[in-house]
């Protein structure tokens, strides 16, 4: 109810709870969805919070339209994902203006005010396509390696340092070279469409680098389809660790995954609650990946959660 209202009566429908806007990015992979889930299982009315929740369906309109909703809305906190980096400025100083503090999960912005946002909580990306690149260096041979690039959606943090880590990674090794490199919006669909233009192109692929696991997962169906064998004539390396992805992995049809991790709500509330009780948090926060060969997917999978 307003809030007016709410304060007349001694607290209206919302209560004691506190109300949270997030602007979610979409629903293009299955790590976005278990992201999605992690924080609406724990957002929850039992656990204290009213959340008000969003898909912006990868657009970046979307989500300043959000959260400009979210601040007419009077809400106590706006968290959000960003699909891109850059433009946030005016609508984070719209908060700000409005006293409504700002949570960054997942993905970063690139505002040099970082007084426009509370905390960053989410993982290294950077670190993340590192440790794709040093595998891919020091586990495929002394040849020549062709890697064609599945970058996730253009402007996103997660391909823009993806690429970096794998580029730091891999620029002492000669051998290693990246001879495509194409977004394919962190889809499984748009994975496939671009490795099998990839696959048409380049007779002497061995090395797909999808930045996301669904981008991986696509690329096995174009390489089938073109009658080569996913993990061996061409191998596959990947980021996010998600079910499908790790299947795949256990079966040789991927040879490595980085994950990241999507399970973000617990962490999320605990930030909420310590900023709500007047403490302070630290203003980057990465959480724990590991990473897994075939042995170590198959291991892991039946206890996987997501
Ligand atoms: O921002 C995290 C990335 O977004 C995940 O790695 C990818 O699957 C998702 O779409």
Redesign the pocket.
């Known amino acids: 109810g307003d809030s007016s209202t709410d304060a007349a009566s001694g607290g209206g429908d919302s209560g004691d709870l506190i109300t949270v806007g997030f602007s979610q990015?979409g629903a293009?992979?299955g790590?976005?969805a278990a992201n999605t889930k992690s924080i609406q299982d724990t957002l929850t009315k039992d656990n204290g919070f009213d959340l008000k929740f969003s898909d912006a369906q990868q657009k970046q309109e979307n989500q300043i339209q959000a959260i400009r909703s979210y601040i007419a809305q009077g809400v106590d906190y706006i968290a959000f994902?960003p699909v891109v980096e850059s433009g946030w400025d005016a609508v984070l100083e719209e908060a700000k203006q409005a006293n409504i503090p700002v949570i960054l999960t997942?993905?970063a912005v690139d505002s040099e005010d970082t007084s426009l946002y509370k905390t960053f909580i989410g993982s290294d990306f950077v670190e993340e396509g590192k440790r794709i690149g040093e595998w891919v260096s020091d586990n495929l041979g002394t040849e020549p390696i062709n890697v064609v690039e599945l970058q996730?959606t253009t402007g996103?943090a997660?391909a823009i340092d993806r690429k970096q880590g794998f580029e730091d990674a891999t620029k002492g090794n000669p051998n290693v070279k990246i001879i495509a490199s194409q977004t394919g919006n962190?889809t499984r669909a748009e994975g496939k469409t671009v490795m099998e233009g990839f696959l048409q192109a380049y007779p002497d692929i061995d090395v797909v680098y999808a930045h996301?696991?669904?981008m991986g997962l696509g690329a096995i169906e174009a390489i089938e389809a073109a009658g080569k064998v996913p993990g061996k004539d061409i191998k596959i390396v990947s980021?996010?660790g998600v079910k499908d992805g790790m299947t795949a992995l256990s079966e040789g049809k991927i040879n490595y995954i980085v994950e990241?991790n999507p399970l973000l709500g617990p962490d999320l509330a605990d930030i909420i609650k310590t900023l709500q009780s007047g403490g302070t948090v630290e203003p980057r926060i990465v959480t724990h990946d590991d990473a897994f060969d075939q042995a170590a997917a198959t291991a892991a999978l039946p206890t996987r959660q997501y």
């Open positions: 990015v293009e992979s790590w976005r994902s997942d993905r996730g996103s997660p962190f996301n696991d669904d980021i996010d990241c």
